[in-house]
């Protein structure tokens, strides 16, 4: 029997409340996708629905929920994005998924699961949310903690000029030079090699770090590499502090 068009229509409004009443926590949060957006795919989801309904043993109505799983995923990729390293949208893009849902089970008719799950979306944005800033207060201190000495690290860079056939033994030099200084907390960060244009010669370019300032450890390293006769050039600073914001 095909579904009646005022059980259609109870069905289609259920689905735009329930949609709407998540999206009311998504527009207060200023996220991406808010009350309208919710809206609108919970009420798609069910009209898609009911209108497998319509005509009883030609279309399932179940293959027709599978494919909305399947198409909304494309809907919550649109809100993903990078943002340097972190990823934003994600729980965006969950929450649309499950406004897909709710949707869903309006339009089979099912308010009662409908209202349920629409529940459980709002409880979890709304209730865990403390929980989730708890447990970034615990995390923060470690991490900032981490970072502090990361940014109390002297780095320095060094730049040294050689024939290119002394190249590879020039930076081999330099590797066990760092490794057998003074200074054993004097680290390699970086160590690369570049062609100079129109030239015989390469510019072998090394980033080095260390707990404190390691001036006269460095010196010495940089000076033994400047007396090797396939070095023609051979320079070091110390680089400047990073703020962070």
Known sequence: MAIGLGESAVNLLAAAGLGAAIGVERQWRQRLAGLRTNALVALGAAGFVVSSQLVPGEVSPTRVAAQIVSGIGFLGAGVIFREGADVKGLNTAATLWCAAGV??????????????????????????????????????????????????????????VCRAAEAARVRAALVQDVAASAAPALRLTRLESAVIRDTNSVEVQAGLAAPARADAALERVVGRLGLDPGVTAVRWRAEAETATD
């Open 103 to 160: 949707g869903m089970l309006a339009g089979f008719g099912a308010l009662l699961h409908a209202s349920l799950l629409a529940a459980l979306v709002l409880a979890v944005h709304l209730l865990l949310r403390p929980l989730v800033r708890a447990l970034k207060r615990r995390i923060a201190p470690a991490a900032s903690r981490r970072d502090e000495a990361a940014e109390a690290e002297q780095r320095y860079a060094v730049s040294i």
